[in-house]
């Protein structure tokens, strides 16, 4: 059957990206065969020009690098969701022809850690001060009752992280990355750096952990994540992130209210 119904993920690079794996294993599973999901490599000079040769088959758009900041002058309106973290994810095409922005990493995050059990936590820690680490404050301010203590290797980046506690209503203390080793003792450790960012820190975990959130998912199980299994403590990767933003995507691109958790997960397992 012909696609009608079209969405696709757009960025630079894309070639590595597994939603349209995610995606269109979803539509199999649940029989929305009418349904298909490409990727498309979009810088920001050709957005706008993308945007405005979609047709009505359109549904919706998932978004990575560079274009999470750059679609937000293109569209009609963001949720606050989106609007806290400046950083829109996923676009979806209204039937008025509005464009409305959302950001999925944010719930995504929060049914990740929900999954495992993570429902309140009394304190966290941050590592690293890129743009997932305002995701996870934006998470953090609705699983966190105390403070969370962000990690950082600039002063820059520290002025950063307050601005965006200060926006997101958490209590965040920076650090000094020279300290890392004190987020161990956080009840939450979120790991929001680059591969290899954390792999001098990996021989250096107390006997006792708590809950790692490893956004990375290639190469996996980093040096991070393998010695916190080793200490028993429970870990999360970025395929956990991946597959819980992409349900939200999927429901809202499809109308559809039904979970493709379990054939997304097992389509980013294989892949």
Not at 72 to 95: G, H, Q
Not at 108 to 116: D, F, K, N, P, V
């Amino acid at each position: 059957m012909a696609a009608t119904h079209r969405a696709a993920v757009l960025g630079s690079p894309i070639g590595h990206s597994l939603s349209p794996r995610l995606h269109n294993a979803a539509y199999r599973a649940l029989g929305l065969d009418d349904w298909s999901y490409d990727r498309f490599e979009i810088d920001e000079a050709a957005l706008p020009g993308f945007l405005e040769g979609l047709g009505p088959e359109w549904a919706g758009l998932s978004l990575t690098m560079p274009l999470k900041r750059a679609v937000i002058p293109l569209l009609d309106e963001i949720t606050d969701t989106a609007a806290s973290v400046e950083a829109v994810n996923t676009v979806v095409f209204r039937e008025d022809g509005r464009r409305v922005g959302d950001n999925t990493d944010i719930p995504g995050l929060i049914a990740a850690l929900q999954e495992r059990g993570v429902e309140k936590v009394e304190s966290a820690a941050i590592l690293g001060a890129g743009a997932t680490a305002s995701s996870a404050l934006a998470a953090l301010a609705r699983l966190c009752t105390g403070e969370v203590t962000v990690y950082v290797r600039s002063e820059r980046r520290a002025d950063e992280m307050r601005q965006w506690g200060e926006r997101l209503g958490v209590q965040v203390r920076p650090a000094a990355w020279a300290d890392a080793i004190r987020a161990f003792d956080a009840p939450l450790v979120i790991s929001t750096t680059p591969a290899g960012g954390t792999d001098d820190l990996a021989t250096r975990l107390p006997a006792r952990v708590g809950t790692l959130f490893d956004v990375l998912y290639e190469p996996w199980p980093t040096p991070l994540a393998a010695a916190w299994q080793d200490r028993g403590g429970p870990v999360l990767s970025g395929l956990d992130l991946l597959v819980h933003q992409a349900v939200f995507q999927f429901r809202q691109f499809t109308g559809d209210p039904r979970s493709p958790l379990t054939a997304m997960r097992e389509a980013a397992r294989t892949a």
